[in-house]
C-alpha cells in the first residue's frame, strides 16, 4: 500500500492559521475508510466512505511550526473487511469545539485489503508529518475521555507507570478436553500460585502483588460526583455507606480471548490479561463494582419520592421485583450506575479465570450460600419474637437472615429477620430448639415455616480485598477480590444481554439497556446458547467481534468437570441470572452457574442484582 500527496483540507487549513493567534488545536484521532478520492479534496469535511476510526498513540514536535502524528490501527477493531484506501486526521476546531477533517489522503488501487479476523492479526503504525504557524500550540487526545496532554506529560507519565510492569498473564486449555477443570498457565503466569482463604487464615496468592489484581480495591464513591472518598484501610473508610457506596474498584487493564488449533488442528481456548496495551488485545477501562448485593431505601428528590439502590454493609437485599425495576433504582442513584452487565461480569469470570487457572469457582474460593434449611413450628404462640421448631441444625444460625410464613418463600408473618439467639426449649411436652429473632413481635402457628432468605450484606468485612470465606459449609458467603456473593445467596440479572429462543443479544452502552429488544444497539452474537436446559455446562462460545462474552453452548458436563456449574434455559424471550441461589445446592451454583429460562416480568424471592459503576 502506497499513500499519495497528504492534503490540508480547506477546513484543515483554517484551523491551523489560528495556533498564530495562540489558539491550540487538538488532535483527535484518525480515520480510515474504503472510499474513491473525490476531484476536490480540499473541498473534503468527511470521508467518502469511512469504516474505523483510531487512536494517536503519539505527537513529536519536530520544530516551531512541524509535528509528527502517529496512530496504530489495528484490524481487530474493524467492524467489517475493507480496502485501506483512505487516511484522515481529525482535529478540534478551537472555536467551534467541533471536529474538523484536517488532513487526507488516498492509496487509490494500491490499497490493502484489511481482514476484521482475529486470527490474521494486522497492524500498521501511521506517521503524519503536519505544519502549523506555530507547533508549541498543538495538543493530542489520547483516547475517548477526551483528556489533553502534551507529549511531555505523557512521557512523564510513562516514566512515572509505577504499577504496569510489562506482564501478561495467560492460561489456555483444549477445548474438547472437558475432564479436567484445571488450564495450563502460559507467558508471565507460570509457576503462579493463587489460594483464597476457607476460614479466615492467611493464605498464599502471588497475584495479590501483580497489577491489575493488586489494584482490585473496596472503596466509598459519592454517588453524586462519582469521586472515590476512600479506600479500604484508610481511615475515613466506611462499610456502612456513611462515606459513599461501597464498590470494588477494578483498574483498568487489557485482555484477549481467542481460539486456535495447534499444529494438529485441535482447538485451544486462550484468555490473557496484560497490565499494558499490546496489540490485538482490548483494554478494559476502569470500572467500579458494587462489593455487595444491591439493597434500596425510598429517598425524596425534587419533592418526588424514589427508590435509590445501594451497594453498603448491614442492609438485606432486595428482592421481589422486576429487573426493569432493579435497573431504575440504579440509575436514581447517580451517573453512570447501572446493573451489573453481561461484558463486566464477563471481565471478571476473566480475571478470577487467569488468576485461579481452574472454572471451579467453588473449590478455588468456597461453596457460598447454596445450602437450604428450614424448620416449622412445633407450637403456636402470640405476641412473640421466637419460634420452637425441632431442631435448627447446621443452617439456622445466630445472625442468620430469615423469613416466616406459610411456606418457604411465603413473607405473611416476617420478613428480613435476623437471629439473635438458639436455646434448648422443653416444656415437659415440647422439646426442641427455640430460634429468637429480631424486629416486631408477631403470631405463629403451628406449621409456619421459618427459612433462609436473603442474607444481609457484610458477613465477609473482616476479608476486606482478600477472597474467600471464613466458613465453607454452603450457609455463608464467599468473596472474590472483595466482592461479597459474587455468587450463591440470591440469582443476580445480568443487563445488556436478551435472548430469544437461545440467540443472544447483546448491547455495550448502559443508556439503551432495555428489556425484550433484539435490535440495535443489541446485535446477536455468532453462535447460539445450548438449548438443554438443566444441565452442567461443557463449553462456552466464542464470538471474535464480541470475544469476551462468553454464554454456553454445550452441556452434559458435570460438577466436577466441564465449568462445574449448571445451566438453565427455554425458548421465547429469556433475560438472564448468574450465580445460583440459596437452594441451588453445592453441585449447580457457582460463577458460571447461569440461568436463562425467566422472563422480564419475573418477580422472586431468591432473585436480585448488584451494581455497577461504568467510566
Known amino acids: 500500500m502506497s499513500f499519495g500527496t497528504v492534503y490540508i ?7 491551523a492559521a489560528k495556533t498564530a493567534e495562540g489558539k491550540q488545536i487538538e488532535f483527535v484521532r484518525f480515520e480510515a475508510g474504503s472510499g474513491t478520492a473525490p476531484s476536490n479534496i480540499r473541498a473534503m469535511t468527511a470521508l467518502v466512505n469511512k469504516v474505523m476510526e483510531f487512536d494517536i498513540t503519539k505527537i513529536a514536535i519536530k520544530n516551531n511550526t512541524q509535528v509528527t502524528i502517529q496512530g496504530l490501527m489495528q484490524n481487530t477493531k474493524a467492524p467489517s473487511s475493507f480496502y485501506f484506501r483512505e487516511l484522515g486526521l481529525i482535529v478540534k476546531d478551537p472555536d467551534t469545539h467541533q471536529d ?21 492479526l ?11 504557524d506555530n507547533a508549541s500550540n498543538v495538543t493530542i487526545t489520547l483516547d475517548a475521555t477526551q483528556t489533553f496532554v502534551t507529549e511531555e506529560e505523557l512521557n512523564s ?16 486449555r483444549l477445548i474438547t478436553d472437558n475432564t479436567l477443570t484445571p488450564w495450563t498457565r502460559i507467558a508471565d503466569n507460570v509457576g503462579l500460585v493463587a489460594n483464597a482463604t476457607k476460614n479466615g487464615s492467611p493464605v498464599v496468592n502471588d497475584f495479590d ?44 487493564f487489557w485482555y484477549k480471548r481467542e481460539v486456535l488449533p495447534d499444529e494438529n488442528g485441535n482447538l485451544y481456548e486462550y484468555i490473557y490479561i496484560a497490565d499494558y496495551a499490546r496489540a490485538g488485545y482490548k483494554k478494559s477501562k476502569e470500572f467500579l463494582i458494587a462489593a455487595y448485593l444491591l439493597s434500596t431505601e425510598e429517598k425524596e428528590v425534587n419533592n418526588e419520592t424514589v427508590i435509590v439502590a445501594h451497594s453498603r454493609s448491614g442492609d438485606v437485599p432486595r428482592y421481589n421485583t422486576t429487573k426493569g425495576n432493579f435497573r431504575q433504582y440504579a440509575k436514581n442513584t447517580g451517573e453512570n450506575f447501572c446493573l451489573l452487565d453481561i461484558l463486566h461480569y464477563c471481565l471478571v469470570a476473566d480475571l478470577f479465570l487467569v488468576e485461579y487457572a481452574n472454572t471451579n469457582s467453588q473449590n478455588a474460593l468456597g461453596q457460598g450460600i447454596v445450602a437450604y434449611s428450614t424448620g416449622t413450628a412445633l407450637m403456636a404462640e402470640t405476641n ?27 413473607f405473611s408473618v416476617a420478613q428480613n429477620r435476623e437471629i439473635t439467639a438458639i436455646e434448648d426449649y422443653d416444656d415437659g411436652t415440647i422439646s426442641g430448639k427455640s430460634i429468637i429473632f429480631d424486629g416486631e413481635a408477631v403470631d405463629i402457628e403451628v406449621g409456619n415455616i421459618i427459612f433462609g432468605s436473603a442474607q444481609k450484606n457484610g458477613e465477609n468485612d473482616i476479608l476486606g480485598n482478600k477472597s474467600g470465606c471464613l466458613i465453607n459449609n454452603g450457609y455463608h458467603p464467599v468473596n472474590y477480590r472483595g466482592i461479597e456473593n ?23 452502552d448502559p443508556e439503551e439497556y432495555a428489556d425484550d429488544k433484539f435490535t440495535a444497539p443489541y446485535e446477536p452474537l455468532g453462535y447460539v446458547n445450548a438449548n438443554t436446559t438443566d444441565s452442567y455446562i461443557k463449553e462456552l462460545g466464542f464470538d471474535e467481534k464480541h470475544p469476551e462474552i462468553a454464554l454456553p453452548t454445550k452441556v452434559g458436563a458435570s460438577s466436577s468437570t466441564g465449568y462445574c456449574d449448571n445451566y438453565w434455559c427455554a425458548e421465547g424471550n429469556r433475560i438472564a441470572y448468574f450465580g445460583g441461589h440459596l437452594n441451588s445446592g453445592w453441585a449447580k451454583g457457582g460463577l458460571f452457574a447461569l440461568n436463562c429460562s425467566g422472563s422480564s416480568s419475573y418477580s422472586v424471592w431468591y432473585y436480585g442484582a448488584r451494581l455497577l459503576k461504568y467510566q
Open 9 to 15: 483540507t480547506t477546513a484543515g487549513a483554517s484551523v
Open 100 to 120: 474538523v477533517l484536517f488532513a487526507y489522503t488516498n492509496a487509490g488501487d494500491t490499497a490493502d485489503y484489511i481482514s476484521n479476523s482475529i486470527s490474521q
Open 122 to 132: 494486522v497492524e500498521k503504525y501511521i506517521d503524519l508529518v503536519v505544519t502549523v
Open 157 to 172: 507519565a510513562i516514566a512515572n507507570a509505577k504499577f504496569y510492569t510489562g506482564k501478561t498473564y495467560g492460561i489456555k
Open 209 to 252: 502483588d501483580l497489577y491489575p489484581w493488586s489494584h482490585m480495591q473496596r472503596c466509598n464513591v459519592d454517588p453524586d460526583t462519582g469521586k472515590i472518598n476512600a479506600f479500604y484501610g484508610d481511615s475515613n473508610y466506611k462499610a456502612d455507606g456513611s462515606n459513599g457506596e461501597v464498590k470494588v474498584r477494578i483498574p483498568e
Open 384 to 410: 412473640t419474637n421466637r419460634i420452637i421448631i425441632t431442631s435448627a441444625g447446621t443452617g439456622l444460625y445466630v445472625g442468620k437472615t430469615v423469613g416466616i410464613g406459610t411456606s418457604a418463600g411465603n
Open 486 to 508: 459474587f455468587f450463591g445467596n440470591i440469582w443476580q440479572h445480568i443487563d445488556g444481554l436478551n435472548i430469544k429462543d437461545y440467540q443472544a443479544y447483546v448491547c455495550e
